[in-house]
């Protein structure tokens, strides 16, 4: 895991210096494909690593609790809430609500 630190982290470095002399277009590119690259590097290590981790009992069972759906979704939820992607639930902006939660108004068709 210390080799994608170990290898990107002067190039983040050289690309900040990079955007300080005004090449900030070229810099800027360069952080992100660092950040590009170190991911990939991070995520083929763990797919290589990941049945002998799953092997020790208490990152098998923080996996588990992970990848549950209803963990995911919790944190879906509140990640949602962080960003602002749905106003709050206390707040004073009225919700939007679908056409079909409505309540029935028209007299020429009665409810059932």
Same mark, same amino acid.
């Given at each position: 895991?210390?080799?994608?630190?170990?290898? =990107?982290?002067? #190039?983040?470095?050289?690309?900040?210096? #990079?955007?300080?002399? !005004?090449?900030?277009?070229? !810099?800027?590119?360069?952080?992100?494909?660092?950040?590009?690259?170190?991911?990939?590097? =991070?995520?083929?290590?763990? =797919?290589?690593?990941?049945?002998?981790?799953?092997?020790?009992?208490?990152?098998?069972?923080?996996?588990?609790?992970?990848?549950? =759906?209803?963990?995911?979704?919790?944190?879906? &939820?509140?990640?949602?809430?962080?960003? !602002?992607?749905?106003?709050?639930?206390?707040?004073?902006?009225?919700?939007?609500?679908?056409?079909?939660?409505?309540?029935?108004?028209? &007299?020429?068709?009665?409810?059932?």
């Amino acid at each position: 895991m210390a080799l994608p630190i170990a290898t =990107v982290e002067p #190039l983040k470095l050289a690309a900040v210096a #990079l955007a300080g002399k !005004g090449h900030w277009i070229t !810099g800027t590119a360069m952080i992100a494909a660092c950040y590009a690259f170190s991911l990939l590097i =991070v995520e083929r290590l763990f =797919v290589i690593v990941k049945p002998k981790l799953l092997s020790i009992s208490w990152f098998a069972r923080l996996w588990e609790g992970f990848i549950s =759906v209803r963990v995911r979704a919790r944190l879906w &939820r509140v990640l949602k809430h962080c960003i !602002g992607l749905r106003p709050d639930r206390g707040s004073s902006a009225p919700s939007p609500r679908p056409w079909h939660t409505e309540p029935f108004s028209d &007299r020429r068709y009665p409810r059932r």
